[in-house]
Nanobody, 121 residues
Framework: QVQLVESGGGSVQAGGSLRLSCAAS????????MGWDRQAPGKQRELVAT???????DYADSVKGRFTGSRDNAKNTVYLQMHSLKPEDTAVYYC???????????????WGQGTQVTVSS
């Protein structure tokens, strides 16, 4: 089983910063892509950032230049540094990871419980 635990959400004024963390734990063979989704009330879930085990990152256009993702492969942990936050960034942010439970099982995706980010104007 794989558990993803997020931390670092909270409330901030527009223009402020927050840093999210997510650690993967449990029994697994390998972790490939990790990243962050978000979902605002009444809106579709949006992919925010992806980070491969090789260090490649990709971002949604809406956060490019403001959000920076990073990853510590040794700790199976990802981070999302968010600057210049806007009210439209308000959402529940979910960490995800693509994991192999064993050498012979297919890749499967797991999500954390989510952490609330609220940006006030």
């Amino acid at each position: 089983q794989v558990q993803l635990v997020e931390s670092g959400g909270g409330s901030v004024q527009a223009g402020g910063s927050l840093r999210l963390s997510c650690a993967a734990s449990g029994s697994f063979f390998s972790v490939n892509t990790m990243g962050w989704d978000r979902q605002a009330p009444g809106k579709q879930r949006e992919l925010v950032a992806t980070m491969t085990s090789a260090g490649d990152t990709d971002y949604a256009d809406s956060v490019k230049g403001r959000f920076t993702g990073s990853r510590d492969n040794a700790k199976n942990t990802v981070y999302l540094q968010m600057h210049s936050l806007k009210p439209e960034d308000t959402a529940v942010y979910y960490c995800y990871a693509t994991v192999k439970s064993s050498r012979f099982t297919p890749w499967a995706s797991y999500w954390g419980q989510g952490t609330q980010v609220t940006v006030s104007s």
